[in-house]
């Protein structure tokens, strides 16, 4: 089973900058298209940001202009370069996959389980 492993979350001040990384631990990376999805207290997880296994790149109206994502499949790693952070922009993120854009879009994921994520707090 496939494993994935969120990082590079933190406290930071708005309009500060962090950078995710996200590895998976096996599986053959590079078939599948990936997501940076986000969950707040109280409300569902959300899409953020798809990266096809192409290189296009899909963001939600939220975070356009702000965030960058990107893969490195040698690494069997996905990134999510966010700046100029909001205080709206503080929850949990995770990643993960699927075969199907589509399904990544949608949120519904099956390249690996479901990680711990990785907490980002943007706060003054």
């Given at each position: ?8 979350g ?29 969950r ?46 909001k ?15 589509r ?16 907490q ?5």
């Amino acid at each position: 089973q496939v494993h994935l492993v969120e990082s590079g979350g933190g406290l930071v001040q708005p309009g500060g900058s962090l950078r995710l990384s996200c590895a998976a631990s096996v599986g053959i990376f590079s078939d599948y298209h990936m997501g940076w999805f986000r969950r707040t207290p109280g409300k569902r997880r959300e899409l953020v940001a798809a990266i096809s296994i192409g290189g296009s790149t899909t963001y939600e109206d939220f975070v356009k202009g702000r965030f960058t994502i990107s893969r490195d499949n040698a690494k069997k790693t996905v990134y999510l370069q966010m700046n100029s952070l909001k205080p709206e922009d503080t929850a949990i993120y995770y990643c993960n996959g699927d075969r199907s854009l589509r399904s990544v879009l949608e949120g519904d994921v099956s390249f690996g389980s479901w990680g711990q994520g990785t907490q980002v707090t943007v706060s003054s």
